[in-house]
């Protein structure tokens, strides 16, 4: 039971008063040049700040990404009718079109056509998309033809590769999203199926989660043969980072791995549909596993996608309540529908359980 502190009710003398007063300056002046505060205490701290500093009916800096190339004209502007009816055009969040090229005028006139939504349009510089100092491109050219001839997907793709690095560790630092707290990741040609009646965003805010998914997957073992030695080496080779990471039991550690990290089961999330915090991205941990994987090559001399790459990173990182699946949300990305299970949200839905249905609950 709770008990309320006492009080001493005796007045205290001026010189008692100055005395004290005195004793607690120094103190404090001492605290202040002479004591470090933990790490994990000022971390949690400057946490609890920055994420609990807010009313819950505050807006969102929140935006679309979009990478999309001047012929995916239609294909994005499929993408985007869909979005704003089901969603956008209740709370006008922006997008942000990327492009490895100048967007012509035309793309430019026809996406602002689409909903009244903000629209921001960039290029993407040679680091961002190219090859760094570190890759040999006749070496990565001898891999690609080696992947051809063992039919893996997009095995010879120099742009599909790029496309990997640039979602895997670079898209996040792009300018134009420097004021964004939050991003929903939106791709040419998908399809949104269900009315979503509230803001996605504020839920993920007001929430704590960091990362929300609709739809997992497996990967091709053939495109990431080295990726989870790399992984292994990198959680060996920094121990200072890892241990900053919550326990294996309170992250999704088992999401990854069947056998406590002695292999890579292959299981990520579709990162074509993507909704996530950029501090995940832009924090110090991820800079540096970011770049230890892109050292190595991998993205280049194998075809690491930025899927596993995220989901790895993400699995590890973070806890489990931090996590979100969106069962509300119908979507289709080339052949994979999810359609929510339940019949009530099924209602606001145009998708049915005649498709295929790819969803958690089901399993």
Not at 249 to 270: A, M, P, Q, V
Request: aromatic share 18%.
């Amino acid at each position: 039971m709770f008990t309320k502190p006492s009080c001493n009710t005796r007045r205290s003398t001026p010189i008692l008063l100055l005395f004290f007063s005195t004793a607690l300056l120094l103190i404090l002046i001492s605290f202040y040049y002479f004591t470090t505060i933990p790490s994990g205490i000022a971390d949690a701290w400057n946490e609890y700040r920055t994420t609990r500093n807010f009313d819950p009916d505050d807006p969102v800096n929140a935006c679309f990404v979009i990478l999309v190339r001047n012929s995916e004209l239609e294909g994005i502007k499929s993408s985007i009718k869909q979005m704003e009816s089901t969603f956008n055009n209740k709370y006008n969040y922006p997008y942000v079109f990327l492009n490895d090229d100048d967007f012509t005028e035309e793309f430019i006139e026809e996406t602002k056509k689409l909903g009244k939504a903000e629209k921001f349009y960039g290029k993407l510089d040679e680091q961002m998309w190219g090859y760094p100092d570190f890759i040999n491109q006749s070496v990565a050219a001898e891999q690609r033809q080696k992947m051809v001839e063992t039919n893996v997907p997009y095995a010879d793709s120099e742009s599909y590769r790029h496309m990997c690095r640039f979602q895997s560790g670079f898209f996040f630092r792009h300018p134009l999203l420097d004021g964004y707290e939050y991003y929903w990741r939106v791709e040419p040609e998908v399809d949104f199926l269900c009315e979503i009646d509230y803001d996605v965003f504020k839920f993920m805010r007001n929430n704590g989660k960091k990362y929300a998914f609709t739809l997992t997957f497996t990967e091709f073992v053939a495109t990431i043969p080295t990726l989870w030695d790399t992984v292994k080496d990198f959680r060996r080779d920094h121990p200072e980072i890892i241990k900053r990471f919550p326990p294996k039991e309170k992250s999704l550690w088992k999401f990854i791995t069947d056998d406590d990290g002695k292999t890579y089961n292959t299981c990520h999330f579709w990162t074509n549909f993507e909704i996530a915090a950029l501090d995940l991205w832009r924090s110090n941990e991820y800079l540096q596993f970011f770049n230890y994987l892109d050292q190595s090559g991998g993205f280049f001399y194998e075809r690491w996608g930025d899927a596993p790459v995220h989901s790895i990173a993400a699995a590890m990182m973070l806890r489990k309540e931090e996590f979100h699946f969106f069962h509300d949300m119908g979507y289709r990305h080339t052949s994979v529908l999810h359609c929510p299970a339940d019949e009530i949200t099924l209602k606001k839905c145009s998708c049915n359980h005649d498709s295929f249905v790819w969803d958690y609950n089901s399993k």
